[in-house]
């Protein structure tokens, strides 16, 4: 049967190298071992039947809360029954300098009053149909391999029973125990793939529950920000911290695959690749918060990549750095049976000309916090200023990786922003190149846009040149700098009407009868007001959007305007970044007192 669980219901938790979606009832229904990319043996959430779980629960009948520990990823949840209460702490461990060279998912159940029955159950997935699992019996213990991933459960105090090997679903390992006041019980799963399997003692896992919260605390106290939605600004960065894959420096777009964007199917994409315009967003935002060591791994990350597969400039790349595949679909149900489910993506080819933009304007954010660029990388942008002088006239696949190739506005006025950034870089002497051409070519391009792009039967900015269809992503260029004006403005009405819904939008005009609306869209119309000058607003469009959050404040791809459900990939970096950039922007432009209750 098909995981109809709402992704609303869902909490994530991380190491930096893959993240696990934990449900309200305790339930670990994601999880790729040991890294994001990984073909998932825990995989519930898209193939019901053969998917893989964790499961952790009372016995009776019971509720929850829940909670982050605070100024960490580690999810407390607490279980409420007749007889008593358990709280347990879900953390993936990380080591005494940084993240374990395997995997360490532990479950630390301390028993607060009464006396609690509580089971387990560790099932083990196909890894979307690709491998069969199997239970073999080491002299160190039992131990589950899926293909290339081995993992073994150790514990304390946790019942262990005589695994089953022979469940209708596959082998599965489980156990039961009872708490009690004071009581503390400890299972965790350590794995590999491909490499030797490490046991560790479980006592030493459960000092690693208490270390990796002080790592995170010790990350939070790092992370600089003084402003409204102090809180919430503090959970969308430390969700956007679940998204750096500490291996290379990358940063995924979302933690998942294939979570759909309407009930029909055929939008469901694989997520977790790092996207050249959201590391760019992502950079940026590292950066005003004080996040040193992030950036410079992102960006020389990226610059690395960039030039090892250029010349020419790639959409995405996988988290190693290699060349997105296309798409290979599996046989397996979706959520909630929505087909395709999905590895690789389509668009990785795609001539999309604001990467430009986005490429450079990194550039610009990190000589301007005081960086140097190296020689290889100074070139490399002024080769990419001239590159966009020479194809910004081109139709392209637009922010949205369309089909249809067009003359997008949101392209051109990336074109733009890239010139005028390169113009700065070099009048800095940060880089090389003719400022004077570039400079020309800028001025160009905005009278283009402002001849062909505007309508002034819309009074907006228009999807792309000639049209009457309306796209959010031109708002982006409020904060970039393009227009802070009368027009802007205006555009921010007109799509309000043609893609509002309430707080919310759609991305762009038509997309409502395929897809829920676009959170990110919601955020970069609050951040546009705040541009033009239109605070109270903005601020009211922000805390709608605040309440739309999940109980732990976290952000999928997309939400229902009807009834505030979860679509599409999750945590979705874009969505978390977009509330970022419109928090630190409206910090910046809005006057203090009119902020003093948001702090």
Same mark, same amino acid.
């Not at 890294?35 to 009372?58: I, K, N, Q, S």
């Not at 992503?473 to 802070?484: C, K, N, Q, Y």
């Not at 955020?523 to 239109?534: I, S």
């Given at each position: 049967m098909p995981t109809d669980?709402?992704?609303? %219901?869902?909490?994530?938790?991380?190491?930096?190298?893959?993240?696990?979606?934990?449900?309200?009832?305790?339930?670990?229904?994601?999880?790729?071992?040991?890294?994001?990319?990984?073909?998932?043996?825990?995989?519930?959430?898209?193939?019901?039947e053969t998917g893989g779980c964790l499961e952790l629960r009372p016995s009776d009948e019971f509720r929850t809360t829940r909670r982050y520990v605070p100024d960490t990823n580690v999810l407390e949840t607490t279980f409420l029954t007749a007889s008593g209460t358990v709280r347990v702490t879900d953390a993936l461990v990380s080591g005494v300098a940084g993240r374990l060279p395997w995997a360490e998912f532990a479950r630390r159940i301390d028993g607060?009053?009464?006396?609690?029955?509580?089971?387990?159950?560790?099932?083990?997935?196909?890894?979307?149909?690709?491998?069969?699992?199997?239970?073999?019996?080491?002299?160190?213990?039992?131990?589950?391999?899926?293909?290339?991933?081995?993992?073994?459960?150790?514990?304390?105090?946790?019942?262990?029973?005589?695994?089953?090997?022979?469940?209708?679903t596959?082998?599965?390992l489980a156990g039961a125990f009872t708490t009690s006041p004071g009581s503390r019980h400890l299972i965790a799963l350590a794995a590999t793939h491909d490499e030797p399997l490490h046991l560790p003692d479980p006592h030493n896992v459960d000092d690693g529950i208490d270390r990796t919260i002080e790592n995170w605390r010790h990350w939070s106290s790092v992370f600089s920000y003084d402003g409204p939605w102090k809180e919430q600004v503090q959970r969308s960065a430390l969700a956007l911290k679940l998204l750096i894959y500490s291996p290379s420096g990358a940063i995924a777009a979302a933690a998942t695959t294939s979570l759909p964007e309407n009930p029909d199917g055929g939008k469901n994409w694989d997520y977790r690749h790092a996207w050249v315009r959201d590391l760019a967003y992502t950079v940026h935002s590292l950066v005003r918060f004080g996040l040193r060591e992030e950036t410079q791994a992102a960006l020389s990350w990226m610059l690395r990549t960039i030039r090892d597969h250029g010349p020419e400039l790639h959409v995405m790349y996988t988290l190693d750095?290699?060349?997105?595949?296309?798409?290979?679909?599996?046989?397996?149900?979706?959520?909630?049976?929505?087909?395709?489910?999905?590895?690789?993506?389509?668009?990785?080819?795609?001539?999309?000309?604001?990467?430009?933009?986005?490429?450079?304007?990194?550039?610009?954010?990190?000589?301007?916090?005081?960086?140097?660029?190296?020689k290889g990388t100074a070139r490399m942008l002024a080769g990419i200023a001239d590159r966009t002088c020479d194809l910004w006239r081109n139709p392209d696949s637009g922010m949205w990786e369309l089909p249809e190739l067009r003359q997008y506005t949101s392209s051109k006025?990336?074109?733009?922003?890239?010139?005028?950034?390169?113009?700065?870089?070099?009048?800095?002497?940060?880089?090389?190149? %003719?400022?004077?051409?570039?400079?020309?070519?800028?001025?160009?391009?905005?009278?283009?846009?402002?001849?062909?792009?505007? %309508?002034?039967?819309?009074?907006?900015?228009?999807?792309?040149?000639?049209?009457?269809?309306?796209?959010?992503?031109?708002?982006?260029?409020?904060?970039?700098?393009?227009?802070?004006?009368?027009?802007?403005?205006?555009?921010?009405?007109?799509?309000?009407?043609e893609l509002g819904a309430g707080p919310l939008m759609y991305r762009y005009s038509g997309v409502a009868a395929e897809e829920k609306t676009f959170v990110a869209c919601a955020f970069w119309r609050a951040e546009a007001l705040a541009c033009v000058g239109r605070h109270d607003e903005a601020i009211a469009r922000v805390d709608e959007l605040i309440a739309l959050a999940n109980d732990v404040g976290i952000y999928a791809e997309m939400i229902d305007a009807d009834d505030g459900s979860a679509w599409g990939n999750t945590p979705q970096a874009l969505s978390h970044l977009a509330f970022l950039s419109a928090a630190m922007t409206i910090r910046d432009v809005v006057p203090a007192e009119a902020l003093r209750d948001k702090t």
């Amino acid at each position: 049967m098909p995981t109809d669980r709402p992704l609303e %219901s869902y909490a994530p938790i991380g190491d930096g190298r893959t993240v696990a979606l934990i449900g309200l009832d305790g339930s670990v229904d994601w999880l790729p071992l040991p890294d994001l990319t990984d073909l998932p043996v825990f995989a519930r959430l898209l193939d019901g039947e053969t998917g893989g779980c964790l499961e952790l629960r009372p016995s009776d009948e019971f509720r929850t809360t829940r909670r982050y520990v605070p100024d960490t990823n580690v999810l407390e949840t607490t279980f409420l029954t007749a007889s008593g209460t358990v709280r347990v702490t879900d953390a993936l461990v990380s080591g005494v300098a940084g993240r374990l060279p395997w995997a360490e998912f532990a479950r630390r159940i301390d028993g607060v009053n009464g006396e609690v029955a509580m089971e387990w159950r560790v099932h083990p997935g196909t890894s979307l149909q690709t491998a069969a699992p199997w239970i073999e019996n080491t002299p160190q213990g039992d131990v589950v391999r899926s293909g290339e991933t081995a993992f073994a459960v150790v514990g304390f105090d946790h019942g262990p029973r005589h695994p089953r090997v022979d469940a209708p679903t596959g082998p599965e390992l489980a156990g039961a125990f009872t708490t009690s006041p004071g009581s503390r019980h400890l299972i965790a799963l350590a794995a590999t793939h491909d490499e030797p399997l490490h046991l560790p003692d479980p006592h030493n896992v459960d000092d690693g529950i208490d270390r990796t919260i002080e790592n995170w605390r010790h990350w939070s106290s790092v992370f600089s920000y003084d402003g409204p939605w102090k809180e919430q600004v503090q959970r969308s960065a430390l969700a956007l911290k679940l998204l750096i894959y500490s291996p290379s420096g990358a940063i995924a777009a979302a933690a998942t695959t294939s979570l759909p964007e309407n009930p029909d199917g055929g939008k469901n994409w694989d997520y977790r690749h790092a996207w050249v315009r959201d590391l760019a967003y992502t950079v940026h935002s590292l950066v005003r918060f004080g996040l040193r060591e992030e950036t410079q791994a992102a960006l020389s990350w990226m610059l690395r990549t960039i030039r090892d597969h250029g010349p020419e400039l790639h959409v995405m790349y996988t988290l190693d750095g290699d060349l997105v595949p296309e798409p290979h679909e599996y046989d397996v149900t979706g959520w909630p049976g929505i087909r395709p489910v999905v590895t690789g993506n389509p668009a990785g080819d795609q001539l999309q000309l604001g990467v430009y933009g986005d490429l450079i304007a990194i550039c610009r954010t990190y000589v301007d916090a005081g960086n140097v660029l190296d020689k290889g990388t100074a070139r490399m942008l002024a080769g990419i200023a001239d590159r966009t002088c020479d194809l910004w006239r081109n139709p392209d696949s637009g922010m949205w990786e369309l089909p249809e190739l067009r003359q997008y506005t949101s392209s051109k006025m990336g074109c733009w922003k890239a010139l005028d950034d390169a113009v700065a870089l070099a009048e800095s002497g940060a880089i090389p190149g %003719s400022a004077e051409r570039w400079s020309a070519e800028r001025d160009r391009i905005r009278l283009w846009i402002d001849e062909n792009c505007w %309508s002034e039967k819309q009074r907006a900015y228009v999807f792309y040149a000639g049209a009457d269809e309306l796209d959010v992503s031109v708002l982006l260029h409020a904060p970039s700098g393009f227009d802070r004006g009368e027009r802007m403005a205006s555009t921010i009405d007109a799509l309000s009407d043609e893609l509002g819904a309430g707080p919310l939008m759609y991305r762009y005009s038509g997309v409502a009868a395929e897809e829920k609306t676009f959170v990110a869209c919601a955020f970069w119309r609050a951040e546009a007001l705040a541009c033009v000058g239109r605070h109270d607003e903005a601020i009211a469009r922000v805390d709608e959007l605040i309440a739309l959050a999940n109980d732990v404040g976290i952000y999928a791809e997309m939400i229902d305007a009807d009834d505030g459900s979860a679509w599409g990939n999750t945590p979705q970096a874009l969505s978390h970044l977009a509330f970022l950039s419109a928090a630190m922007t409206i910090r910046d432009v809005v006057p203090a007192e009119a902020l003093r209750d948001k702090t």
